[in-house]
């Protein structure tokens, strides 16, 4: 399994990015999915996640702003990202799950996710 993801840059606070996130080779009956972000000096965090289902969730410091999404016959999970904040920059991480209960326990915080990219890089200028 494989994850690539892109979109990231700078962009100015109070602007928008979409990310995107390639996923090659998942072939498993059910498919999770997450954003997740680390900025320098701080600890992987949960953004959002979308369940099997369609269902998602979302960290409060990113609702009403984030949106995660995916097309399936893509192959392709998205974040769009709007009113950005300085406190948003950070290195953005796809994660996939196959759904286990770990995933429904914590997400969109889950940590154990089974598959991830190598990440993609948000920078926000004030």
């Known amino acids: 399994v494989q994850l690539v993801e892109s979109g990231g840059g700078s962009v100015q606070s109070g602007g928008s990015l979409r990310l995107s996130c390639l996923v090659f080779?998942?072939?498993?009956?059910?498919?999770?999915m997450g954003w997740f972000r680390q900025a320098p000096g701080k600890e992987r965090e949960g953004v959002a996640a979308?369940?099997?289902?369609?269902?998602?969730s979302y960290t409060d410091s990113v609702k009403g702003r984030f949106t995660i999404s995916q097309d399936n016959a893509k192959n392709t999970l998205y974040l769009q990202m709007n009113s950005l904040k300085p406190e948003d920059a950070a290195m953005y991480y796809c994660?996939?799950?196959?759904?286990?209960?770990?995933?429904?326990?914590?997400?969109?915080?889950?940590?154990?996710?089974?598959?991830w990219g190598k990440g993609t890089l948000v920078i926000i200028s004030s």
């Open positions: 994660a996939a799950d196959r759904c286990s209960g770990g995933y429904y326990n914590h997400r969109p915080h889950y940590g154990g996710m089974d598959y």
């Open positions: 080779g998942f072939t498993y009956s059910r498919k999770c």
């Open positions: 979308i369940d099997s289902d369609g269902s998602t």
